[in-house]
């Protein structure tokens, strides 16, 4: 069984998702998917986005 398959999101689908956090950087958003952390981008906080998965690694996911 492959990783992916363990985790809610999958690399091409697409998410509607809030971004709640900022990244430890501030030029990125952090929304989550069951737990799973998404970095999304240069999103804000508060901001409600359309997110399609890039990549996914074994703690985090980007958009």
Not at 39 to 50: L, S, T, Y
Not at 53 to 63: M, R
Request: proline letters at 2%; a positive charge.
């Amino acid at each position: 069984m492959d990783q992916e398959s363990n985790l809610p999101v999958r690399v091409g689908e697409e998410y509607d998702l809030e971004i709640t956090e900022a990244s430890k950087t501030g030029a990125d958003g952090v929304a989550r998917v069951r737990g799973l952390v998404i970095f999304v981008k240069k999103g804000k906080v508060g901001q409600k986005v359309r997110v399609k998965i890039k990549s996914i690694g074994s703690t985090h996911a980007v958009s």
